[in-house]
């Protein structure tokens, strides 16, 4: 008999940031002593299954590494990433419904373009399962629903020009807290238009505005749009008692929020309130996916839980109401944007590596090819301590490329080379499944 959960647990004891890091392998160790504790491991509707390790091919087919991924990630990068994969195993074979990788080192903050480590992140786990469940399974229309309290600003840079991804991220107010960014009018390039929801939410914000977000906003654009797999990226630190950001999530909304999201398959993000939290709100998903209950899934200092306050909620209704109309709205403001950006629609932004003080100004094309999706180009002047300025240039090509668009990206890369502007110069192309250097 198909079981209901699979679980993935990696907590990577050789990897940290710093020896007292938030982000250290505690945030995994408490959370399975308490799954051991309750004695989740021995339903017999969940299921524990060993992490693989992901291979290079997996990360180039997402990730372009300035000069090269290899000497930016460690061995556990790639078995966290491997323990995301074994849960995409564990639900495409149907051994089970929905599988949960608690995995750590985390990964949204990751962008397509790497030059080192940001908010934690270096190579970005989510997006290397999307792109391995379409290589290995001929998946087209995913979404992926960001619930971290950071926005997922990774994610949302590798999916921004791809239309058969919804990326969905509520999280704390990029005015408040980093990475700055996650704001209603990141809709996504053209070609994507609206496939991008940032849902930034303001300090304060409880159960009750995260479901009235839920079942107004997220739940319907869900069903308009049809995904083959919902993926949660499943962030925790919205939690009233983490110490990175401002939030009043409790475990109760988290487990709600998993029951009604039906993600066939999560992978923990951040959380950082290791034993206030993290073991209540773990447990509690773990239940809520695996079909139990878990009415009984209380943190002990739940009075310390702030209430939510009236201006708080009528913001929240008010945005809400917004995004409803823009959804509406999607496939005429689409196609008023395409007509605006002409033939190649274009960004200019500043990239800040914290964990690695590196500065990156990208300036970004995309064709408006009236055929496919188009080719995407990325010009990168790196900043790097000790190393000076590091400079790329990429030619991306999606899948379903057009013939046209295949040439022309191949095209532009091969001139930039001869112009010799740059250091590095890359080729990826999505169909053929290969990252080249030139």
């Given at each position: 008999m198909k079981k209901q959960l699979g679980l993935v647990f990696f907590p990577a004891f050789d990897w940290a940031i710093s020896p007292t890091h938030p982000e250290r392998q505690?945030?995994?160790?408490?959370?399975?002593?308490?799954?051991?504790?309750?004695?989740?491991?021995?339903?017999?509707?969940?299921?524990?299954?060993?992490?693989?390790?992901?291979?290079?091919?997996?990360?180039?087919?997402?990730?372009?590494?300035v000069p090269a991924i290899s000497p930016l990630i460690t061995e556990a990068h790639l078995v966290s990433a491997g323990g995301a994969i074994t849960a995409v195993e564990a639900v495409m074979k149907q051994e089970v419904k929905r599988a949960f990788a608690l995995v750590r080192p985390p990964g949204h903050h990751?962008?397509?373009?790497?030059?080192?480590?940001?908010?934690?992140?270096?190579?970005?786990?989510?997006?290397?399962?999307v792109e391995y469940l379409r290589k290995n399974y001929g998946i087209r229309r995913v979404a992926i629903v960001d619930t971290d309290v950071h926005h997922g600003d990774g994610?949302?840079?590798?999916?921004?020009?791809?239309?058969?991804?919804?990326?969905?991220?509520?999280?704390?107010?990029?005015?408040?807290?980093?990475?700055?960014?996650?704001?209603?009018?990141?809709?996504?390039?053209?070609?994507?238009?609206?496939?991008?929801?940032?849902?930034?939410?303001?300090?304060?914000?409880?159960?009750?505005?995260?479901?009235?977000?839920?079942?107004?906003?997220?739940?319907?654009?869900?069903?308009?749009?049809?995904?083959?797999?919902?993926?949660?990226?499943?962030?925790?630190d919205n939690h009233y008692s983490d110490p990175l950001a401002n939030m009043a999530i409790t475990a109760q909304g988290y487990a709600k929020l998993a029951e009604q999201l039906k993600a066939d398959i999560a992978v923990l993000e951040g959380g950082y309130s290791i034993e206030q939290a993290l073991p209540y709100v773990n447990v509690g998903i773990v239940l809520a996916m695996a079909g139990l209950s878990y009415a009984e899934v209380v943190e002990p200092d739940i009075q310390r839980c702030p209430g939510q306050s009236a201006a708080t909620t009528a913001y929240i209704q008010e945005m809400i109401q917004k995004w409803q109309g823009i959804w509406r709205a999607r496939h005429d403001l689409s196609r008023q944007a395409k007509l605006a950006a002409g033939d190649f629609w274009h960004r200019n932004r500043s990239i800040?590596?914290?964990?690695?003080?590196?500065?990156?100004?990208?300036?970004?094309?995309?064709?408006?090819?009236?055929?496919?999706?188009?080719?995407?180009?990325?010009?990168?002047?790196?900043?790097?301590?000790?190393?000076?300025?590091?400079?790329?240039?990429?030619?991306?090509?999606?899948?379903?490329?057009?013939?046209?668009?295949?040439?022309?990206?191949?095209?532009?890369?091969?001139?930039?080379?001869?112009?010799?502007?740059?250091?590095?110069?890359?080729?990826?192309?999505?169909?053929?499944?290969?990252?080249?250097?030139?």
């Amino acid at each position: 008999m198909k079981k209901q959960l699979g679980l993935v647990f990696f907590p990577a004891f050789d990897w940290a940031i710093s020896p007292t890091h938030p982000e250290r392998q505690e945030r995994l160790l408490y959370t399975r002593d308490q799954i051991v504790e309750e004695g989740l491991l021995d339903l017999p509707q969940i299921q524990e299954y060993k992490p693989r390790l992901a291979e290079y091919a997996d990360v180039n087919r997402v990730h372009i590494g300035v000069p090269a991924i290899s000497p930016l990630i460690t061995e556990a990068h790639l078995v966290s990433a491997g323990g995301a994969i074994t849960a995409v195993e564990a639900v495409m074979k149907q051994e089970v419904k929905r599988a949960f990788a608690l995995v750590r080192p985390p990964g949204h903050h990751a962008m397509r373009m790497v030059h080192g480590t940001r908010g934690f992140c270096t190579i970005n786990i989510e997006a290397i399962m999307v792109e391995y469940l379409r290589k290995n399974y001929g998946i087209r229309r995913v979404a992926i629903v960001d619930t971290d309290v950071h926005h997922g600003d990774g994610t949302q840079d590798i999916f921004y020009h791809d239309p058969d991804t919804l990326f969905i991220s509520f999280h704390q107010d990029g005015r408040t807290l980093y990475p700055g960014t996650g704001f209603m009018e990141e809709m996504g390039s053209p070609n994507a238009f609206c496939t991008t929801l940032n849902i930034p939410l303001p300090p304060g914000t409880g159960d009750e505005g995260l479901h009235a977000v839920l079942d107004g906003l997220i739940l319907p654009a869900l069903a308009d749009f049809k995904p083959e797999v919902i993926i949660n990226s499943a962030g925790q630190d919205n939690h009233y008692s983490d110490p990175l950001a401002n939030m009043a999530i409790t475990a109760q909304g988290y487990a709600k929020l998993a029951e009604q999201l039906k993600a066939d398959i999560a992978v923990l993000e951040g959380g950082y309130s290791i034993e206030q939290a993290l073991p209540y709100v773990n447990v509690g998903i773990v239940l809520a996916m695996a079909g139990l209950s878990y009415a009984e899934v209380v943190e002990p200092d739940i009075q310390r839980c702030p209430g939510q306050s009236a201006a708080t909620t009528a913001y929240i209704q008010e945005m809400i109401q917004k995004w409803q109309g823009i959804w509406r709205a999607r496939h005429d403001l689409s196609r008023q944007a395409k007509l605006a950006a002409g033939d190649f629609w274009h960004r200019n932004r500043s990239i800040y590596y914290d964990d690695s003080g590196i500065y990156d100004d990208q300036r970004e094309r995309v064709r408006m090819c009236p055929h496919c999706v188009g080719y995407h180009i990325i010009e990168s002047q790196a900043e790097h301590p000790g190393q000076g300025l590091v400079s790329a240039f990429a030619a991306i090509l999606p899948r379903f490329a057009c013939p046209q668009c295949r040439k022309d990206g191949q095209d532009a890369v091969h001139a930039a080379k001869r112009q010799g502007r740059y250091q590095h110069y890359f080729l990826q192309d999505k169909e053929q499944d290969f990252l080249e250097k030139l």
